[in-house]
């Protein structure tokens, strides 16, 4: 695991100089590899490529460094991830003839590609951002991994082209301050994230998942290309063959994914998914695993109890944290800068806790991301199959007055995400076409409020057409894929890199196979979900190894009380990002439609946490970044 970076110059540079460049941007990103870095220079016809990365060492501790390079020297490799399937590969190609140096899967994905040239990044199961000097074409090609678990940004100017790992390796040596993307703006300002292809400022880019760029140095052009996976057809003939299928592809993943030449553990919430994987790792394992949960001593968020139940269960060497509020805001600062760009998930204030303190046992650490996506696990999911069926019981014209009457009935306190916050956010959602599900997973302003919000020149309309243009959404199968291109790639598993790597340690997600993902979506829909059970099929496979009906029973998540503080503990900041000059001088906001929402909330007439919040965290970006 580490993070990569790289220059390419339409002319012929000094070394000196341009290593170091390549050194400032390593610099930017120390965190994500602290245990070795590297850099690559060559000049060669009329263009500079430079490349470098920071390493932490997982696999293969001492022979495993980058740059790695061909043994003709005609292909050079940075990469950040960690490939699960190298062993198979590495003997698939040792049976042709190939000899291999080192023990780590860099060599093993820079031999692929030179002999199977870009069809090879469709044979890696794993997480990775790939960079790799092709001499022989003169292209350098970069890629990522299918789910986007590993980051990659990129940005082309008249004569040079960069990329980076993160996006302040990128800022921090431009000449000058990007502008706001007005695309970016408003993505960010409904969705609460900046999904691929787009980051906050014009002309920087996130490559897509499951995509790679080919830049043709002759020519100082690049393409984008769909990396094409060869998914097998699966026929399931009924419950029991799906089940056991199940549980066998889960214990696999779990199996892959701790492979490492360090001590692996587990983060444990409690929840089916983290539960299912610290499971299946226990079992795999001849001595206790350790397991990691937080806590909180506001008692309406915690469930400790569930992991603790769970580590019992397993016996698991378990460690658990118990949180407060100035636990989680003595960071704040250090968190909502470190994604670069506006981030506003709270869930990664206590993300960032359990990785920093999780960081000091092991070094890799197994969590249950993804398994909602896969098995069907989010209320939303059966929300969006109801609102196909049963709108039309609802008149329009009485939709307004319904949605008065249950959000008074659903009111929530506290910001907990909990049964009553879900139900209130999908009857919200309602509406007469295929549209409900990007409204239900927009959980910032709507389209109507930005207009009047976001002054005219920065106002953009219909900003999601990019992902619905790539499907419809009608089916359970069409809200998973839209939430993998979107709040998965741009949401949580943002929230995971930047906060695990912050702290260098690595999480891996058993759940993030895109064998299972393919076997998943040959399931029926009853499998995923039956009636109101969501995830059966996973939970059928592992419920002989826990108590009655323990799987069956709903967690909260990362629940943090944003709304409280920014009504006590962050009010003075709040309304100092709320000032009026402040707001005319930077000149993207209508200052009389910031003043009610904000002062609502403060004053405890509208519940607007989410609203304010994600105002507050792009707020407090700007002003780090533009004062």
Known sequence: ??????????????????????ATMNNSIIHRGPDQEGNY????????????????????????EQPMHSQNNMYSIVFNGEIYNYKTLRYHLEKKGYTFTTQSDTEVVLKLYEVYGKDSFKMLDGMFAISIHDKLKHKIIIARDFFGEKPLYYFLDNNLFYWASELKSITNILQYKPSLSKIALNLYFQLTYIPAPYTIYENIYKLEPNSCLEFDLENFTYSLHLIEQDFEKIAIENKKQATIKTKEMVQESVSSRSIADVKVGTFLSGGVDSSI????LAQQSNTKIDTFSIGFDKKSFDETNKSKLVSKLINSNHHEFILNENDLIKNLDQI???????FADSSALPSFVV???????????????????VFGGYN???????????????????????????????STKDDNRGMRFKIKKAINAINYDEDFYYNIISLGFSEKELKNMIKEPLFYSNVLDY????????TISDFRQIDRM???????????????????IECRAPFLNKKLWNFSNHLPENFLINKWDKKYILKEAFKEYFPDNFLNKSKKGFGVPVGDWLRTSLKDELLMLSDKKFIEEQNIFNYNQIVPLIHNHINNKVDNTFRVWTYYCFQKWYKFLYS
Not at 277 to 280: A, E
Not at 355 to 373: F, P, Q, R, W, Y
């Open 355 to 373: 990785s920093n303190k999780t960081a000091k046992h092991v070094k890799v650490a197994l969590t249950g991301d993804g398994g909602d996506e």
């Open 41 to 64: 220079f060559c000049n060669q016809l009329d263009y500079t490529v430079a490349m470098g990365m920071r390493r932490l060492s997982i696999i293969d501790l001492h022979t495993g």
């Open 336 to 342: 909502i800068l470190n994604f670069d760009e506006p």
């Open 467 to 474: 992902y619905r243009k790539k499907g419809s959404a009608k």
């Open 1 to 22: 695991m580490c993070g990569i970076n790289g220059i390419i110059l339409n002319k012929k540079e000094d070394e000196i100089a341009i290593k170091h460049i390549i």
């Open 486 to 504: 979107l709040s998965l790639e741009g949401d949580m598993l943002v929230k995971v890199d930047r906060t695990s790597m912050l702290n260098s």
């Open 277 to 280: 994987v610290s499971l299946c």
């Open 380 to 410: 939303k999911y059966y929300m969006g199959r109801l609102n196909e069926k049963y709108t039309h019981l609802i008149p329009s014209k009485w939709h307004s007055k319904f949605l008065n009457f249950t959000n008074i009935l659903l």
